[in-house]
């Protein structure tokens, strides 16, 4: 049971990174390599905030802070030094890991002994596993009602424009390069957010954490799609959540099966691919259905 509830709890931690990308990678429609630096950067500044004693819910706040401060450096080379997205990525990407270095000072440091998010009175009166459930919950709850909310503002519907037609956009009088700055600073800000959530659930930030946070985001999404189909806007950022305590689950049976835990991002890919290829196999098979039924009669 223990098992079970601390799946649903870091499948919740980690849907706050899926919303994140789900911004950048479905609304705008830009294959954000930042990811796995934001991430690492966010774990990084938050727990040596923790370190040198400074308020868990303030660190986690600056984790949000670091990540918009990398989304903007990805914007800025994307819209105004015409670098091309996936190569803008890159580049901050691989600078934020000296970045995240200095800030760490070593490639590990530990939480042990000091206070975190979870160390609040109330989530540490709670049973083993449900202080990540509840924390996630509303974490989930309030970035959800405040996405559906920005969405739905004309600021926001100028940001679903964008993505959506950026010529048309234009058109309209829209300033694209600032709805995709934008774009990239909130998304990564939540990446951030998710980073240091995740690094106080864990207990310890690594230089390497990043590594493969872009895969499990992704499949947050795409299980999400796959599972609900077409939905509106506000119930789509909903699907990414239950997407990520669905992946959770699938990774958490992958390894009750007695695969080795250092194959977690083979098999993370592998299940990202298939969930990709689903909608391709389902109309192939389709195809095949109706194919094979014309020739019988």
């Known amino acids: 049971m223990t098992i079970i ?9 980690w849907g706050v990174l ?6 950048s990678f479905r609304i705008l429609d830009f294959p954000d390599m930042t990811v796995e630096g934001t991430f690492a950067m966010g774990a990084s500044v938050t727990v040596i905030c923790l370190v040198h004693g400074i308020n868990p819910l303030l660190a986690t706040l600056f984790a949000f802070l670091a990540g918009t401060l990398a989304g ?56 083993a596993s449900f202080d990540s459930v509840v924390l996630g ?21 100028a940001f679903i424009a964008t993505g959506d037609n950026e010529k048309m956009a234009r058109s309209l009088g829209i300033q ?3 709805m995709k700055i934008l774009g990239l600073m909130v998304s990564n800000g939540f990446i951030g957010l998710a980073g240091g959530l995740i690094a106080q659930n864990n207990g ?8 493969g946070t872009i895969v ?28 990520s305590i669905f992946y959770r689950f699938v990774i958490l049976i992958v390894l009750s099966l007695g695969f080795n835990a250092n194959d977690l991002k083979l098999i993370s890919a592998i299940i990202l691919a298939f969930c990709l290829m689903l909608p ?18």
Do not use: W
Request: positive net charge.
């Open 137 to 157: 919950v509303i974490l989930v709850v309030v970035s959800i009602c405040l996405l559906a909310f920005f969405l739905n503002t004309e600021l926001g519907q």
């Open 5 to 13: 509830v601390s799946a649903i709890g870091q499948g919740l931690l």
């Open 176 to 178: 694209t390069d600032r």
């Open 72 to 127: 903007l450096a990805t914007g800025l080379l994307y819209t105004k030094g015409k670098i091309p997205i996936l190569l803008a990525g890159i580049l901050v990407m691989t600078s934020l890991y000296s970045i995240n270095l200095r800030i760490l000072t070593k490639a590990n440091v530990s939480l042990i002994g000091k206070d975190t998010i979870f160390s609040s009175h109330f989530l540490a009166s709670l049973p």
């Open 204 to 211: 310890y930030a690594d230089i390497s954490m990043g590594i």
């Open 216 to 243: 499990i985001g992704l499949a947050a999404i795409i299980i999400g799609e796959v599972v609900f189909g077409n939905l509106s806007l506000t119930a789509r950022l909903i699907a990414v959540v239950i997407g």
């Open 280 to 297: 391709t196999l389902r109309k192939s098979l389709r195809l095949n259905t109706l194919f094979e039924g014309g020739r019988t009669k």
């Open 18 to 23: 899926g919303l994140g990308l789900f911004l």
